[in-house]
Nanobody
Framework: QVQLVESGGGSVQAGGSLRLSCAAS????????MGWFRQAPGKEREGVAA???????YYADSVKGRFTISQDNAKNTLYLQMNSLKPEDTAMYYC???????????????????WGPGTQVTVSS
């Protein structure tokens, strides 16, 4: 059973940076994609970034050039480095895992079946 736990959220001013971490257990790298999603109040959960092999990530247009997804397989940890944060990045951020091949190149929530409890990111102007 895949288990995911996020950390690293917090409050930051616009233009600042945060790094989220996701500790994963119960999964085999070769079977899964890993991703970050977010949900702002009153909005649907949306894909932010995902990765399925190595450290080649794919991103939502809204975060391209600002966010970087990476993973450390030795530590079973997924990261999301968030730079140049904007108030519109404020949301609950979730780590997720999806079973290949459906999740490859996908940021659809329906293609990710395992979720962490989330970590809050708040960006003030």
């Amino acid at each position: 059973q895949v288990q995911l736990v996020e950390s690293g959220g917090g409050s930051v001013q616009a233009g600042g940076s945060l790094r989220l971490s996701c500790a994963a257990s119960g999964y085999t790298d070769s079977r899964y994609c890993m991703g970050w999603f977010r949900q702002a109040p009153g909005k649907e959960r949306e894909g932010v970034a995902a990765i399925y092999t190595g450290n080649t990530g794919y991103y939502a247009d809204s975060v391209k050039g600002r966010f970087t997804i990476s993973q450390d397989n030795a530590k079973n940890t997924l990261y999301l480095q968030m730079n140049s944060l904007k108030p519109e990045d404020t949301a609950m951020y979730y780590c997720a895992a999806g079973v290949r091949p459906l999740c490859i190149w996908s940021l659809r929530t329906s293609n990710f079946g395992y979720w962490g409890p989330g970590t809050q990111v708040t960006v003030s102007s």
